[in-house]
C-alpha cells in the first residue's frame, strides 16, 4: 500500500508471527552444542568473598568465574563499578558471583544448592532513608546542583508571608515485561554471537568488546523478538551478555541464560525508588515567590545509569512550570539492594508526581482549583526553562487543557462529585488533572557528543529498502512506524521496505532504543537518507546510502554548571482522571482516563494509541496499584500477583486525542511519545483521590494501606 | 538424573482409595495450589516428595445433588462448573467469581481449595459461615467432620493419609437468610486476598433469629466466633451503636493478623472490623 | 507412557506425570506458541485448551491429563475463528510486544465459543487471567468485540 497521510495506521509488520506465536523469542530458541547457565547469587547484603567452594561437577558441567574474564571484571555502562562476576565484594542479595553450565537444568540447580561461599559479613545500607541520613562522600554516587543562588532565596524567603515545606516519597516500580530477561551466546571458534531479548545492541556489543578483551569481528549482537522493554532492557542485558559471552568462551559451547519470572523480580533494575523535598516561599495570595528542590534518588548497589536518570529527574524538577526563583539539587545514593536503573520516564516520573503533588498542595493554601492555579504558572513558548535553555516551539497545552475539560466535563463533575460524596458515607469519587511534558531524546549533547547515530539504507538489484539500523522493536512498534517514513518518503508500497532483525555485523550504530529518541532522532535520520536515496535511485542497481547525526542549533548544555538546553525539544501531556474510593477498604476504581497530547506529529495513529493506553496503564497504577518493597536488602514481592500490575478488570477504556503541532527536527514533524504517556497517570490518579476524600498525601503508590491510614488519623483528628 | 516418580491415576474411587491405604500419596485435584507450591525453578517438574495419585477425573468426585435439606458438592467440582450449576447458592458463586481468573477456574477444585487450607482460601469464610461439613472416604468406610474442626492451620488439615475428600455438604444454604462475601485484594483478578469477610444473617420479625460471620487471612485459620455471633440473637435491627461497637471490640481481641509482602496487619484488622461493622450497620436485610 | 491427543492426533510420551504441560509441548513437541511468562497461572502466556476449556499449562502435571484433548495455538491457527481474530487484533491494534498474545488469542476464542456476544465487562472478565503488559487491554477489548461482530454464526 503506498502511503498518503503517514498518520493513517497500516498493518504492523511483525503482526503475523506475533498472532500465530511462531516468531521465536529469545527462550524458543535452540542450538546445536547449547547448554544451559545458571547463576549463583550473593544471599547477603553487604561483604567480603573469603573463599568458595564447589561441588565435584559430573563430567559436561563447569564453573565460571571472574577468574574466566578475558577482559576486566566489571559491566562497561558509564562507570566501572559493576562487577561480571563479583569476587571480592559483594553488594546487594542477588548479585551473581560464578556460573555454572551444563545440559540439564534439574542438575545445575541441584549444584547450585550445594555450592558454598564463605563471606565476611559487613553492616549494610538498606533504605534511602538510611543512606540519606548517613550521607558520606562514598555513598553519594552523583550529584547536581543548579538554579538561583541560595542567598537570593534566603532573602526572599525572609520577606515571605509564609513558606511551605513538603516531602513525597516515591516507591520502586517493576518493568514484568511480560518475557522475562534471556540471553543466548552462540559459540564459534571464531566468533561469539550474543543474541536475546534487549533495546541496546551496541551497548551490548561494547560492554562485549571490553569483556572479552578482543577485537571487534569477534563479538556480534543480534537482537531476538523482544517481549516488552519499558527500560528493563536497557542496561541489564549488558551483563547478561556478559555472562553468557564469557561462559561461552570459557566453555567452548553456546550457552543460554534465561530467567524465571521470580529471579527477574527479585535481581533485576527497577524504577529508582525517590525522596523529593520541596521548599516553598509564597506571598499572601498564595502566589510562589521562590522554590527549592531536593531530590534523592536510591541507586542500589552501583551507579549504573543513574547519574543520568537523576539529570532527568532534576531538570523536570519544576514540572510545566515557570516558577520565580527557582534552584534544584539532587543526589543519587548507594544502598545495599538490587540496582536501579532505567524504566519508561527514566526519572521524569517520580519528578513529576513530586511536583504535580506539591503544587496542587499549594493550590488548596490559595483556595483556588488546582488545574486553574496550575495554568497561572505554565510555561510559554520563549520562556526560558530552569537550566537557561529555551522553550523554542509552539507549546499547546491551554488548547489542550480546554479541551479535555469540555469532554470531562470536570467542572459539573466535580460539583456533582461534591453533591454525591455527601450522600454515600462508603464510596467516595473524586476528579483529579495532570499537567507534564517529555524531553525528547537524550538529554543535553549526548546524541552529538556520545551516541553519534548513524543509519544506512540498502537497496538490493530488486529494489527493495532495508533499514540497516541498531534500534529494537520491542513492542512499540518501530519497525512499522520507521518503514512507514522510509516508504513514504521514496514513494514506495510500505510492503516493500524492509527492516530485519537488527545484527551488529550488518548495522551501524544508530544508537539504543531509549529516550523516546527513536521515532524523532533515527527516523529524522531515515527520512533524510530516503531522500537523499530517491534523488540518486537507480533502478535495478544495489546501492548504499549513510547519513549522520544532525545537532540542532541550541544553547549548548554543561554538565557541569547544569545549564543549556536540556533538549532538543518536548512533548506535551494532559490527563484527567476520576476515580471511586471505597472508604471501608481503601481499595480505588478507575473509572474514567482522560489524555490530550502533543507529540508533534503521529507517524501511526493505532500505535500511537497504544502507546497512550499502554504508558497510562502502567502510569496510573505507579500511583495506586503496583507496589514493591525491600526489607533486610530482599525485594519482598517475587511474584506478578504479590505485585499487582493492572489486569484486563483493572483497567477502563481511556478517551484520548492527539494534537498537531509539526516539529521542523523530526520525521514529517515527528516527536518522541514513548515514555510521555506513562508521565501523567500517577499524579492525576494522586489528585483524584486526595479531590475524593479530600484529604492530602504525601507518597505513591497511594496504597490502601495508605489510605485507610490516612482516614483513620483524620478521624482521630476530629475526634 | 532421572528420578523415578510413582503416579497413580486410577478409573475407579475405590482403587484410589485401596492405593491410599497402602501407601502414603500427594493427591493432585486441579493442582492449581500443588503445582506452585513445590514448584522447581524454570523447565524443571515440581518436586513432589511423595508418590502421586491424580484424582480429578474421578466422576463419583463431580457430583452435585441435594439430599433432604442438605447440599452434596463433589469435592472435584471446577469452580467453573460450580458456577454454572443451579444448585449453588448465589452467594458461593459471588465468592467464586473472585478467584483467580477463567483459566484458573476451569482447573481448580472446592475440595482443592479446602484441602490447601490457606488462610486466604476465597471459599472459606463462606463454607464456615454455612457450617460446612466434609464428607472423607477411605476403605475403612465414611466419616464426617466439620470444616472448622478439619483445617487446622496453613495447609494443615486433619485428613489420615488413606482418606479422600470426596463431598462438601452444606446443611442449609440459608436461603431464607442475607449473606454477603467480600473479598479485598490488591487488585481486581488473579489476587489473593489481603483480608476476607463472609457474613450471614436471618431476621425474623425484626429480631435476629440466626447470625453468622467469619474472616480469611486475618490469621492462621479462618476466624469465627459462635459466643459472639450469640450475643446478637435475638436483638433486633436496626442494631443500636453499643452492640455494633461491643462486637467490634469482642472480634478486635480475637483477630491477629500478620504483616507479609501482600499486606500489613494494621490494615488487615481494620478492614476486617470495617466490613464486620458495615455488615452491622445495614438498616435492611434481604434473604438472598 | 502417557496418551493423549494434541491438536488432532494422538501422542506419546515417556516425561515424568509431574512434568508440565508447558515444558512438554515446547520441549518434546516443539510447539513455541505456548509462552512462559510466570510459571505460576499468573500471566496466560501459556493458556492452552484442556477438552475445550481454557487452562494454564504451567499448572497441569502431564499424568493428570492422560486421554485428554489438548489445543495449543498452533492447532488452531488454521480455523477460520482464528482468522478472524488474526484480522481482528490487527485491525484494532492489540498486538505490541506479543508475548502474550497467544494466549490471549486462546482466551479469546474460549470467551467467544462459550460467549458469542460478550459485553465489554464479559469481555475483560475473560481475559482477566492474561497479563498484558504494553497495551493497557482497551485495543485488545476492542479486537475481542469486533471479532464478535466480525465472526457473527461463527462461535
Not at chain 1, 524 to 540: I, P
Amino acid at each position: 500500500m503506498n502511503l498518503k497521510n503517514i498518520s493513517t495506521s497500516v498493518p504492523k509488520k511483525d503482526h503475523k508471527g506475533k498472532v500465530s506465536g511462531q516468531l521465536p523469542y529469545i527462550s524458543d530458541v535452540k542450538v546445536e552444542n547449547m547448554v544451559y547457565g545458571v547463576l549463583y547469587r550473593s544471599p547477603i547484603a553487604y561483604g567480603k568473598i573469603i573463599s568458595i567452594q564447589l561441588p565435584t561437577l559430573p563430567e559436561g558441567y563447569e564453573a565460571v568465574g571472574a577468574e574466566h574474564i578475558p577482559g576486566p571484571n566489571y559491566v562497561k555502562i558509564i562507570k566501572e563499578d559493576q562487577p561480571i562476576f563479583a569476587n571480592e565484594w559483594v553488594n546487594y542479595i542477588g548479585e551473581p558471583i560464578l556460573m555454572l553450565t551444563g545440559k540439564d537444568l534439574d542438575i545445575l540447580y541441584s549444584l547450585l544448592n550445594e555450592v558454598k561461599v564463605e563471606f565476611e559479613e559487613h553492616q549494610a545500607i538498606y533504605t534511602l532513608d538510611e543512606a540519606i541520613k548517613q550521607k558520606s562522600v562514598s555513598s553519594v554516587l552523583a550529584n547536581y546542583e543548579f538554579g538561583e543562588s541560595l542567598e537570593n532565596i534566603s532573602a526572599i524567603e525572609q520577606g515571605a508571608h509564609q513558606i511551605i515545606e513538603e516531602e513525597y516519597d516515591t516507591g520502586y516500580q517493576e518493568h514484568v515485561y511480560l518475557e522475562p530477561q534471556g540471553m543466548l551466546a552462540v559459540y564459534k571458534d571464531d566468533e561469539i554471537i550474543v543474541q536475546g531479548s534487549m533495546q541496546c545492541l551496541y551497548y551490548i556489543k561494547n560492554a562485549l568488546l571490553s569483556a572479552l578483551a578482543c577485537g571487534d569481528d569477534e563479538v556480534r549482537v543480534v537482537q531476538s523478538p523482544t517481549g516488552g522493554g519499558f527500560g528493563g532492557k536497557e542496561d541489564y542485558p549488558s551483563m547478561m551478555a556478559c555472562h553468557v559471552a564469557v561462559a561461552a568462551r570459557a566453555v567452548k559451547k553456546s550457552v543460554m541464560l534465561v530467567f524465571d519470572r521470580s529471579e527477574d523480580m527479585l535481581v533485576t533494575t527497577k524504577r529508582h525508588p525517590a525522596k523529593l523535598k520541596y521548599r516553598t516561599a509564597l506571598d499572601k495570595e498564595g502566589n510562589i515567590l521562590s522554590m527549592c528542590v531536593d531530590i534523592f534518588l536510591d541507586g542500589g548497589a552501583n551507579v549504573g545509569l543513574s547519574s543520568v536518570v537523576l539529570q532527568r529527574a532534576l531538570i523536570n524538577s519544576a514540572g510545566v512550570y515557570k516558577i520565580p526563583h527557582f534552584h534544584a539539587k539532587g543526589y543519587v545514593l548507594k544502598t545495599n539492594t538490587v540496582p536501579n536503573g532505567a524504566f519508561r520516564g527514566f526519572g521524569a516520573p517520580q519528578s513529576f508526581a513530586g511536583i504535580e503533588s506539591h503544587i496542587g498542595h499549594l493550590s488548596k493554601l490559595a483556595k483556588i482549583d488546582p488545574l486553574e492555579y496550575k495554568r497561572k504558572y505554565l510555561v510559554k513558548q520563549g520562556d526560558p526553562t530552569i537550566t537557561k535553555g529555551k522553550f523554542r516551539d509552539p507549546i499547546l497545552v491551554e488548547e489542550m487543557i480546554e479541551d479535555v475539560l469540555n469532554v470531562s466535563e470536570y467542572k459539573k463533575k466535580k460539583e456533582d462529585f461534591q453533591r454525591l460524596n455527601q450522600q454515600n458515607q462508603r464510596y467516595k469519587k473524586g476528579i483529579g488533572t495532570s499537567l507534564f511534558l517529555h524531553g525528547c531524546g537524550f538529554t543535553g549533547s549526548g546524541e552529538r557528543d556520545h551516541i553519534k547515530a548513524t543509519v544506512k539504507l540498502v537497496k538490493s538489484k530488486d529494489d527493495q529498502v532495508s533499514l540497516k539500523i541498531s534500534n529494537s522493536d520491542m513492542g512499540q512498534g518501530i519497525l512499522t512506524t520507521l518503514c512507514k517514513i522510509v516508504a513514504k518518503e521514496l514513494d514506495l508500497p510500505f510492503e516493500d521496505i524492509l527492516y530485519p532483525y537488527p545484527d551488529t555485523k550488518e548495522v551501524p550504530d544508530s544508537g539504543p532504543t531509549v529516550a523516546s529518541r527513536t521515532t524523532m532522532i533515527v527516523g529524522k535520520l531515515l527520512e533524510r537518507a530516503a531522500k537523499k536515496l530517491k534523488n540518486q535511485w537507480q533502478t535495478g542497481v544495489e546501492q548504499e546510502i549513510v547519513e549522520h547525526y544532525v545537532h540542532r542549533e541550541m544553547i549548548p548544555w554543561d554538565e557541569k554548571t547544569f545549564t543549556g538546553d536540556a533538549y532538543p525539544a518536548y512533548s506535551w501531556g494532559v490527563n484527567i482522571v476520576e476515580v471511586e474510593v471505597d472508604t471501608l477498604t481503601g481499595n480505588i476504581k478507575l473509572e474514567k482516563v482522560y489524555g490530550n497530547y502533543e507529540v508533534g506529529k503521529v507517524i501511526d495513529e493505532r500505535i500511537m494509541k497504544g502507546q497512550i493506553d499502554g504508558g497510562l496503564a502502567q502510569g496510573l497504577a505507579y500511583g495506586y496499584l503496583e507496589k514493591m518493597t525491600s526489607k533486610q536488602g530482599r525485594i519482598q514481592q517475587k511474584s506478578i500477583s504479590d505485585y499487582g500490575p493492572p489486569t484486563s478488570l483493572d483497567v477502563v477504556s481511556i478517551e484520548s486525542k492527539v494534537f498537531d503541532n509539526p516539529y521542523a527536527d523530526g520525521p514529517y514533524g515527528a516527536k518522541g511519545a514513548g515514555e510521555l504517556t506513562l508521565i501523567g497517570g500517577a499524579p492525576a490518579v494522586q489528585a483524584a483521590i486526595e479531590d475524593a476524600l479530600q484529604t492530602s498525601f504525601q507518597q505513591i503508590p497511594i496504597t490502601p494501606e495508605v489510605i485507610i491510614e490516612s482516614l483513620w488519623m483524620k478521624e482521630g483528628e476530629e475526634g | 538424573m532421572v528420578e523415578k516418580i510413582t503416579a497413580y491415576r486410577f478409573e475407579r474411587l475405590d482403587e484410589t482409595l485401596s492405593q491410599l491405604n497402602r501407601e502414603d500419596c500427594a493427591i493432585i485435584a486441579g493442582g492449581t495450589d500443588v503445582m506452585v507450591l513445590h514448584k522447581s525453578r524454570r523447565g524443571v517438574p515440581p518436586k513432589i516428595p511423595k508418590p502421586i495419585v491424580f484424582i480429578n477425573h474421578l466422576s463419583e468426585l463431580k457430583q452435585v445433588y441435594q439430599h433432604h435439606k442438605d447440599l452434596h458438592i463433589g469435592a472435584c467440582c471446577t469452580y467453573s462448573e460450580l458456577l454454572e450449576n443451579p444448585l449453588i447458592p448465589f452467594a458461593l458463586k459471588n465468592a467464586i467469581k473472585t478467584i483467580a481468573a477463567p483459566a484458573i477456574r476451569n482447573r481448580g477444585t472446592l475440595g482443592g481449595n479446602i484441602c490447601n487450607a490457606s488462610p486466604a482460601g476465597d471459599m472459606l469464610p463462606l463454607l464456615y459461615v454455612y457450617n460446612a461439613k466434609l464428607l472423607l472416604r477411605s476403605v475403612n468406610g465414611n466419616r464426617m467432620v466439620t470444616i472448622s474442626d478439619f483445617i487446622q492451620g496453613p495447609r494443615r488439615v486433619q485428613r489420615f493419609h488413606n482418606e479422600i475428600v470426596t463431598e462438601i455438604i452444606l446443611p442449609s444454604v440459608l436461603e431464607d437468610s442475607h449473606v454477603v462475601f467480600e473479598k479485598v485484594g490488591n487488585r481486581n483478578a488473579d489476587s489473593i486476598a489481603k483480608v476476607s469477610f463472609a457474613g450471614s444473617i436471618r431476621i425474623s420479625k425484626d429480631r435476629i433469629d440466626d447470625i453468622r460471620f467469619a474472616f480469611g487471612a486475618v490469621g492462621p485459620t479462618i476466624v469465627r466466633s459462635v459466643d459472639i455471633e450469640k450475643k446478637l440473637v435475638g436483638k433486633t435491627i436496626p442494631l443500636d451503636g453499643a452492640d455494633i461497637a461491643a462486637i467490634g471490640s469482642a472480634f478486635d481481641k480475637i483477630i491477629r493478623p500478620i504483616d507479609d509482602q501482600r499486606s500489613t496487619a494494621a490494615y488487615r484488622k481494620t478492614v476486617a472490623l470495617h466490613l464486620l461493622r458495615y455488615f452491622l450497620s445495614m438498616k435492611q436485610y434481604q434473604p438472598n | 507412557m502417557i496418551k493423549f491427543t494434541l491438536n488432532g492426533r494422538t501422542v506419546e510420551t515417556d516425561a515424568p506425570a509431574t512434568a508440565r504441560l508447558l515444558d512438554l509441548l515446547r520441549d518434546e513437541f516443539e510447539l513455541i506458541g505456548t509462552k512462559e511468562g510466570c510459571g505460576e497461572g499468573e500471566c496466560g502466556a501459556c493458556s492452552v485448551f484442556v477438552n475445550n476449556l481454557l487452562q494454564n499449562s504451567c499448572l497441569i502435571p502431564i499424568g493428570s491429563i492422560a486421554g485428554a484433548d489438548i489445543q495449543t495455538i498452533e492447532g488452531i491457527i488454521e480455523t477460520e475463528q482464528f482468522k478472524i481474530l488474526d484480522e481482528s487484533y490487527s485491525i484494532a491494534g492489540g498486538v505490541q510486544c506479543g508475548y502474550c498474545i497467544p494466549g490471549m488469542i486462546m482466551a479469546s476464542a474460549a470467551l467467544l465459543s462459550k460467549n458469542p456476544h460478550p459485553s465489554e465487562d464479559e469481555i475483560r472478565e475473560g481475559i482477566s487471567g492474561n497479563l498484558c503488559r504494553c497495551t493497557g487491554y482497551n485495543m485488545i477489548v476492542e479486537a475481542i468485540n469486533l471479532a464478535a461482530k466480525k465472526g457473527d454464526g461463527l462461535w
